[in-house]
């Protein structure tokens, strides 16, 4: 009879199968799909975890019902390094979030963000280039400043009194700091004479949508606000996960142990 452990390892790499074939189609389908760099970012990660999941999940199936020994054993060499990285992860996670919070202003609904505020990990990587212009294209493509431009703020008091999000704060407005003079969420009128502003967001603010500030580093601190809420919320659900991958790893040990068993003292039938 078949052990309970191999039977487990089984249903849960099925499932685990059945769970890699929408993601690998989704992934297919970005990559026939994607026209814009926001899109076709994704289409790679999202291919290559199907794929992951796809290998791994049969070497899991094969090697626990067909008593495979070798693919039961790579099975779980994968899964202990897949343990390591997602331990690894979540403490790195935890590290890098645990600086930078947005600024509250007197009078105003929403904060304000500093990039130096946040930790040099994360700030190198939106100051990359290539990184940078990825990003950028995604926040346009998603249209968050077009949402606070369709608002209905006809007074600058009422656009004060918002609640923004920190991506709408840092790139689809200028800093407090310039001192502009409010027209729409997205217009605003600099001063006539040539002000030096202290800050060079200030510079780098134009009233072209397409601009607006999202080549500025409140934009970069706004992204980065986002980043450090959402990997904190995905560091406890890997803890979450974690405890479970564990669990099926312990299980997938005792399906091996029973091969190894099985091999060493084959089972034979009755005689006739």
């Known amino acids: 009879m078949v052990r309970l452990s191999n039977n487990l390892v089984g249903i849960l790499n099925f499932l685990t199968f059945l769970v890699s074939i929408p993601i690998l189609g989704a992934g297919i389908w970005l990559s026939n799909r994607a ?8 289409e790679k990660p999202v291919i290559a975890l199907g794929v992951f999941l796809m290998i791994v999940s049969l ?9 495979v020994n070798w693919l039961l054993w790579l099975y779980l060499v994968v899964m202990f390094l ?11 996670a935890f590290v890098v979030t645990n600086k930078g919070a947005g600024e509250a202003l007197s009078g105003k609904g929403y904060k304000e963000y500093r ?5 040099n990990w994360l700030q190198k990587r939106v100051s990359n280039t290539k990184n940078w212009n990825r990003i ?11 949402s606070l431009a369709d608002a209905n703020t006809s007074t600058a008091s009422q ?16 800093s407090n700091d310039c001192n502009f003079t409010y027209v729409s969420p997205t217009v605003w009128t600099k001063p006539a004479d040539n002000t030096t502003y202290a800050n060079p967001d200030c510079n780098t603010w134009n009233n072209d ?6 080549d500025c580093q409140s934009c970069k601190a706004g992204v980065l606000d986002n980043i450090k809420s959402d990997w904190k919320k995905v560091a406890v659900v890997n803890v979450v996960f974690l405890i479970v991958i564990i669990v099926i790893y312990s299980i997938g040990c005792c399906a091996f142990r029973n091969n ?4 060493a003292y084959p089972r034979y039938k009755g005689y006739p």
């Open 82 to 92: 897949l343990i390591l990285l997602l331990f690894c992860f979540t403490i790195f």
């Open 260 to 263: 190894k068993e099985d091999y």
């Open 136 to 146: 950028r294209s995604c926040l346009y493509d998603g249209k968050v400043c077009q």
């Open 115 to 119: 990039l130096g505020d946040y930790s």
């Open 159 to 174: 656009f004060f009194a918002e609640h923004l999000s920190p991506i709408q704060s840092g790139c689809c407005k200028p």
């Open 209 to 214: 949508p397409t601009k607006l500030c999202y």
């Open 35 to 42: 026209s814009t760099d926001c899109e076709k970012f994704l």
């Open 59 to 67: 070497a899991g199936l094969i090697g626990a019902c067909c008593r």
